[in-house]
């Protein structure tokens, strides 16, 4: 759920903070006083476009702030931001903040790290369902009315399966693609990866080898020096007269005498014998190294042909030996491939053959489900939008499905959610067949029957917070009543945060806010307040009327019945 709203210098608001609370929220005010403001600024910092002529005047720029709880959000969200390198959520609180400035600096961050515009709109779509003045104009879209029904039907884990055999019939098109070249192009891919493959494969590369000849290479290359501080290495330990061995020995005959004047300096001689063990160790490990040492101008030769291989490499097929070889093993493939191509063309269009059939098993079936689907949704949407004042309405679900052709050429276009495309058909009165909602529906018809299928769906929406923004337009009286109780209802499983106008809409709320404008400074600013029981009947007279007793009263027996 949303928890905090934070708005900085947009439009009339200097510094506002929202603190909303779980359920039924709605917001009222007088015409012009900004209640508008309250949305756009969600709208920003949920990945909307900013527009800068919304900054207060006299500022540089502004900020929006959203807080939102996400401890029973129903998607990936900690994984998403892992990938995505964002700050995890800490006790369950997502923090989302945008800031754009008249200069055209923008910024959005999540949990405190900078992110993308398209980041922050993704996690907006998880968050917040928004329905304004003319959102519900999406309910028009055939693939928004096919995501509803699929929706309610819970049948997202059959249109992803769907979606998944169609990218495997592209990538197997692609595949065959390559292979149906001309005979000169085909003639030259052949040359192109036969000269690929044998100049890798003759190099036989070991994976790793790189860094063990980058060595190997260095240590030739400093032979000689390495020989002679070696061996002036083995001259100072044991070598010439004043060696250190020599100086050791001598050092031990002076302590075993000091030992037999004072027996209590026997650790010091001991730890005089550890000394010349530890030098005749070192003495002997020096003697196998230079052993090793060997100045060869034709091994230092070698080696670095070796490595001018391997950076040639490199250069043509990939930043790292590892990339090379892994190039070398595609392009063996495709070689093969190609050289074996009507064996090749013949399997894929094998694999092509089996996996169009499984999309038309697949998209059947899913078909069937959606048709056993359509009473069910038709009558449950009926029943809500009877209770919004269509007494005697009929909404209906009908579905074309594509028919498959034995010509694949002339096979109907099949999308990514199936076989099928939706219309809703709605019958506002009756004696009427119904039509297409698209060919009959106003724009409060529309906002009746999106809040219809709202409440319908409630139960299997995943999305935590629902807006609207003046949804209950053109209604009134008993419908205004109806409208506001499905708010309640929807309320029960989701957030809700509701502009209104309508006093019936607004009584049922759990938390109602005022937003009001006054001048300060010679300056006009918006404030918006929670509003406690007897300020609410106030505001709910107002919306009535005015302020005369049976408004106030009307009020009362509103909230009291709420």
Same mark, same amino acid.
């Given at each position: 759920m949303l928890t905090t709203l934070r708005i900085k210098n947009l439009a009339l608001v200097t510094d506002l903070t929202l603190e909303l609370q779980p359920g039924y929220n709605v917001i009222t005010g007088e015409t012009g006083t900004g209640k508008s403001i309250i949305i756009g600024a969600l709208s920003l910092v949920l990945g909307e476009r900013a527009d800068r002529t919304l900054i207060r005047g006299g500022s540089d720029g502004c900020a929006v702030e959203a807080m939102f709880d996400v401890k029973n959000l129903g998607v990936p969200l900690q994984n998403f931001l892992a990938e995505n390198g964002i700050e995890p959520c800490e006790e369950h609180q997502l923090v989302l903040k945008r800031t754009f400035s008249s200069a055209g600096a923008n910024r959005q961050f999540i949990n405190g790290s900078p992110t993308t515009l398209n980041i922050l709109a993704t996690i907006g779509e998880w968050l917040v369902d928004m329905h304004g003045p003319h959102e519900h104009q999406s309910l028009l879209h055939p693939?928004?009315?096919?995501?509803?029904?699929?929706?309610?039907?819970?049948?997202q884990d059959e249109r992803e399966a769907f979606g998944k055999l169609l990218k495997q019939r592209d990538a197997i098109k692609a595949e065959k693609a390559s292979l149906i070249v001309d005979e000169q192009t085909y003639a030259q891919q052949l040359e192109l990866l036969r000269f690929q493959t044998n100049e890798i494969e003759s190099a036989q590369l070991k994976s790793g080898e790189e860094q063990i000849i980058e060595q190997e290479h260095r240590r030739a290359g400093n032979a000689a020096r390495l020989l002679q501080l070696g061996q002036s290495a083995q001259e100072i330990l044991s070598e010439s007269d004043a060696s250190l061995l020599t100086q050791a020995g001598a050092l031990g005959r002076t302590l075993h005498e000091l030992q037999r004047l004072d027996p209590s300096t026997e650790p010091l001689a001991a730890t005089q014998a550890l000394a010349i063990s530890t030098l005749g160790e070192l003495q002997t490990e020096l003697s196998h190294y230079l052993d090793k040492v060997e100045v060869d101008p034709a091994r230092l030769a070698e080696l670095e042909e070796r490595l001018n291989l391997l950076q040639s490499l490199k250069r043509k097929y990939g930043p790292a030996i590892a990339d090379v070889i892994t190039f070398g093993v595609e392009a063996r493939r495709k070689l093969q491939s190609l050289e074996q191509r009507d064996a090749e063309l013949a399997r894929l269009n094998s694999a092509l053959k089996k996996v169009d059939n499984e999309i038309w098993r697949a998209g059947g079936e899913l078909s069937i489900k959606r048709r056993k689907l359509l009473p069910q949704l038709g009558k449950a949407v009926s029943k809500q939008l009877s209770e919004l004042g269509f007494k005697q309405? @009929?909404?209906?679900?009908?579905?074309?499905?594509?028919? @498959?052709?034995?010509?694949?050429?002339n096979n109907p276009r099949v999308t990514s959610t199936g076989l099928d495309a939706a219309e809703f058909q709605f019958a506002p009165n009756p004696g009427e067949p119904p039509r297409p909602l698209r060919a009959i529906a106003s724009s409060g018809e529309l906002a009746r029957v999106m809040l219809a299928l709202k409440t319908v769906l409630a139960a299997e929406d995943q999305i935590p917070v629902l807006v609207f923004d003046e949804v209950d337009a053109n209604v009134g009286g008993e419908t205004a009543h109806a409208v506001g109780e499905k708010m309640k209802q929807i309320a029960q499983k989701r957030q809700v945060l509701c502009i209104t106008h309508l006093p019936q809409v607004a009584a049922p709320a759990s938390a109602h806010y005022l937003v009001n404008k006054e001048v300060k400074a010679g300056r006009t600013i918006s404030q918006i307040t929670l509003l406690e029981r007897g300020e609410r009947v106030t505001e709910l007279a107002r919306m009535l009327g005015g302020q005369t007793e049976p408004a106030r009263r009307h009020a009362e027996a509103m909230l009291a019945e709420a």
């Open positions: 693939a928004q009315q096919l995501a509803i029904l699929d929706a309610f039907g819970k049948l309405s @009929r909404f209906e679900v009908a579905l074309a499905t594509a028919e @498959r052709y034995k010509d694949a050429a």
